[in-house]
């Protein structure tokens, strides 16, 4: 019952069983914008996220625009958080990212992306460090294909495709991690036994010049 319950979420996302619950039925207040990004739920549903135009302006400030001030500002990001944790569960979603563009979705980090946020972001300490980061790449880096479980275990390229929706499933159980792309095998691993088996589910906004969009985001407790 619950594999035909996922494979109608990859067909049909729009019907869903009643016990999935829509993590955006009540818009964005069961969840925490962290850093400077602009999240919004459309009148569709659909959440963007995205810089305004004022980011530009750090740039005028006083003091000289070498290289190290210009990585600080155009890295910097953004991460939308749910305001809940969650343990063993399923999560379903479609995403949009302009090309090139990245982003990610966070499972487990007890940060709640502290790091990334931070005005010189410290690499050594984001949601991928702490907890697990899905990747989301298009043609960003081609180093950690979408769907991978990034520092932890590579997915194939080619299972998304750029400048369209892309469904990712993630199947978080506390001895595995799988990741789904529009219906394949993306990824696996057993996890990191250092790493909580519990904590909130994030959303990635990686930095001043990717614009990205979700829908349907789904979860299924078990």
């Keep these: 019952m619950r594999h035909a319950i996922l494979a109608l979420l990859l067909l049909a996302p729009a019907a869903v069983a009643a016990d999935w619950s829509d993590l955006t039925r009540n818009g964005l207040d069961d969840w925490e914008v962290l850093g400077e990004g602009h999240w919004r739920v459309r009148s569709d549903g659909v959440v963007t996220a995205y810089f305004s135009h004022d980011r530009q302006e750090e740039l005028a ?7 190290e001030r210009f990585v600080w500002w155009s890295t910097r990001q ?12 399923d999560l379903h979603l479609e995403y949009w990212v302009n090309t090139p ?11 709640r992306a ?18 697990y980061e899905i990747q989301i790449d298009s043609e960003y880096t081609g180093r ?17 495709k ?3 929706w892309n469904r990712i499933n993630i199947k978080s159980r506390t001895d595995s991690i799988r990741v789904y792309v529009n219906g394949v095998l993306a990824s696996e691993h057993i996890g990191d036994p250092e790493r909580p088996l519990k904590g909130p589910i994030g959303l990635q906004l990686h930095d001043v010049h990717s614009f990205v969009m979700f829908r349907n985001l789904w979860i299924l407790e078990r």
Excluded at 61 to 67: E, T
Excluded at 114 to 131: M, V
Excluded at 144 to 160: C, D, H, K, M, V
């Design 101 to 111: 563009g990245n982003s990610g979705i966070s499972i487990r980090d007890p940060s």
């Design 114 to 131: 502290r790091c990334g946020i931070a005005e010189r972001p410290d690499y050594e300490c984001t949601p991928s460090k702490l907890g």
């Design 61 to 67: 400030g006083p003091g000289p625009i070498d290289r």
């Design 144 to 160: 950690w294909s979408t769907g991978s479980i990034y520092g932890f275990a590579r997915a194939p390229e080619g299972l998304a």
């Design 162 to 164: 750029p400048d369209e």
């Design 78 to 89: 953004s991460w939308l958080y749910t305001k809940r944790e969650f343990e063993e569960f």
